[in-house]
T-cell receptor, first 116, second 114 residues
Framework: AQKVTQAQTEISVVEKEDVTLDCVYE???????LFWYKQPPSGELVFLIR????DEQNEISGRYSWNFQKSTSSFNFTITASQVVDSAVYFC?????????????WGAGTKLIIKP | ETGVTQTPRHLVMGMTNKKSLKCEQH?????MYWYKQSAKKPLELMFV???????ENNSVPSRFSPECPNSSHLFLHLHTLQPEDSALYLC?????????????FGPGTRLTVL
């Protein structure tokens, strides 16, 4: 069965610290996609990244980086030098795209609090 | 114009009321979604419309009724709701309905059922 686990319910760090949000997934398919979305207090989810199962290269975008490891079924997200504006709920999600599959499997989310 | 807009942003209703949530996307997408977000639960997909075809989560109660008059507009009609229906209702759109496509979300409607 498909499943996405974000074991960290809430993380609180002081500004400028680095922080890693964990995501562990379960799937039987060899072709799948993983996503991270950010939900700030305003409510809308904002797309951060999509990674397909055949691309295990780590990705860096400014202060954000993602570590995809198929061996451990993990897709962790690191924020370097965190800022107060990074405070939000972050969701990891899994997709197994087929003609009949339109659903993302969402994790429960990790609430990140960055203190000034 | 913001990509996906939702109105109202906040709604308080009694269990006997009838109300509607509205969503509009300005991105030229052909698939639209309704999600329910309850506290401490994963996002729950309620309905998907793609190229005028509706796909729904069979666990959604019939007191929620979607309508998609065209590819840019999506409604969620509410009637005789229960207090446990109180949640944030999010609308999203994408180009194509495959789950591998990036979805763009609106800010949500915070619904409170008294």
């Amino acid at each position: 069965a498909q499943k996405v686990t974000q074991a960290q319910t809430e993380i609180s760090v002081v500004e400028k610290e680095d922080v890693t949000l964990d995501c562990v997934y379960e799937t039987r398919d060899t072709t799948y996609y993983l996503f991270w979305y950010k939900q700030p207090p305003s409510g809308e989810l904002v797309f951060l990244i999509r990674r397909n199962s055949f691309d295990e290269q780590n990705e860096i975008s400014g202060r954000y980086s993602w570590n995809f490891q198929k061996s451990t079924s993990s897709f962790n997200f690191t924020i370097t030098a965190s800022q107060v504006v990074d405070s939000a709920v972050y969701f990891c999600a899994l997709s197994e795209p087929t003609d009949s599959n339109y659903q993302l499997i969402w994790g429960a989310g990790t609430k990140l609090i960055i203190k000034p | 114009e913001t990509g996906v807009t939702q109105t109202p942003r906040h709604l308080v209703m009694g269990m006997t009321n009838k109300k509607s949530l509205k969503c509009e996307q300005h991105l030229g997408h052909n698939a639209m979604y309704w999600y329910k977000q309850s506290a401490k639960k994963p996002l729950e997909l309620m309905f998907v419309y793609s190229l005028e075809e509706r796909v729904e989560n069979n666990s959604v109660p019939s007191r929620f009724s979607p309508e998609c008059p065209n590819s840019s507009h999506l409604f969620l009609h509410l009637h005789t709701l229960q207090p446990e229906d109180s949640a944030l209702y999010l609308c999203a759109s994408s180009q194509g309905r495959l789950s591998s496509n990036e979805q763009f979300f609106g800010p949500g409607t915070r619904l409170t059922v008294l």
